[in-house]
């Protein structure tokens, strides 16, 4: 059985930078990452909305994605390296409540260096034109239970980047310093053995250790891989290769959707578009609703706006998802009834506004406190769980599941910013729970 020291099963943003940096940090180990899919990011990671920021409420996200953010303008303005990566910012639109709640966590933010600015509903109406905050005596809005905008958080250092072009410098540096990458190849299982084999029939046996040999694939290569170490970074599909042999994945995935919209070629949706005072591009943020997470980000080289919100009730969690992505589909209906008339309530310059394309995927939630996870079982790494917003930690995480591979007690995120990697593990988990998952 053909051997390497550490076999990778995810070629997505988690896998890809595990890869690299495990590579990079261990030279002389031979890795190998496998995918089904046929190229790197092929799965949720090419389908996301591709935003970072680092303005969450829990001050783990915080410092995994700060730290990400700051590898990724690296990487952008240093090394010149083209990751279509926008600092537009992310704008909370906040009702009277919502501006309650949210001031302990700016507070914390700040405490933290976070950069985040409080707007009053008086300077966002001048920055932002159109937007509606007094719904007045709107009997939809009421229906709905939307809620006037009483004021709004602006988070400077958040915006866009482009997801295959960050996942592809992961994979060529990574196959650069020597790591290989088979495609259309799929694991169909994780290979279970006694650590010390004693030729009994049944082994492992109830009373002897057992870890993970390799895994099983089918596809581009056939057969059983032998691997010293093994990572699982299939984010949606941790479960499938994790819960026959025992190891809680702790993911519910669920779908979400995305949908494309045109902000014409003149009119108050391109004036929306390029709506200035909020970043050097001068263009209108990634703006989120008081109302079911419902946003808006601006595609200014299509011109275009994407349009999503967040489901936390009402939509269903998938344990184990389809392997065809295709078979999650949006749906014309969830924008048609759901998302637009909020989105129209707030910002009437999408009234005519219909989807030109829409797509779904998946989040890869950890319910417990939405945060994400890397943990080491023997000679098992799993990372994942990561909530919707894996992409802007995906360096921290590559770089925490190097340390879990070395056996380090902390993992040095990039800026040398030395972090433990326990406190995303499980046996002794210390993270607060993520209060702003959209
Ligand atoms: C609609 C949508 C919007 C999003 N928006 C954002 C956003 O704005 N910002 C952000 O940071 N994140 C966002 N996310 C989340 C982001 O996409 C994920 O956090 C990230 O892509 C997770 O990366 P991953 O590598 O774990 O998963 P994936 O990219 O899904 O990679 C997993 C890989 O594992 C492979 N795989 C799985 N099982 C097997 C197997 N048995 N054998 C071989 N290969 C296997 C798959 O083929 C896949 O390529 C969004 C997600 C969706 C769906």
Redesign the pocket.
Known sequence: MPGYDLIV????????ASAYHLKLNNPSKSVLV????GAP????????????RNTFTSSDNQVLANTSIDFYLHLQNELKLDIGLQLIGYLWLLSESQVARTERYVRGMKRNGIEVEEYSVEELRRLVGGVVTNLGDDEESSVMGLEDISGAVFGPKCG?LD?EKLVRFYANEFTRLGGKIAFK????GLLLGPSRKLGIEGEPLVWQEAEVKGVR?TGGITGELEAKSTVV?????NN??LEPVGVDGHVKAKK???FSVSAESDGPLLSLLHTKGFNDLGLIPMVILPKSGVHFKPVSEERKFWI?CEDEVNRPYINIPD?DLDSYRAEPSYYERGVHPVLAAYFPQFRNARPESM??????YNTVDYLPYAFREGNLIV??G?????????DALGRIVDALYRERGDASLYGGVPYAVSKIGFERRDVKREEWVI
């Open positions: 099963v995810g070629a997505g943003i988690m896998g890809l496998l995918d089904r899919f990011g092929q799965g949720n990671t090419g389908r996301s909305n591709s935003m970072f866009r997801p190849t799929s694991v169909e694939v970074a299939c984010g949606a599909w499938e290769l979400r959707q995305l999503a392997r797509w779904a995927g998946l989040y890869a990372v994942g990561d909530s919707g917003s894996g992409i802007m930690k995906g």
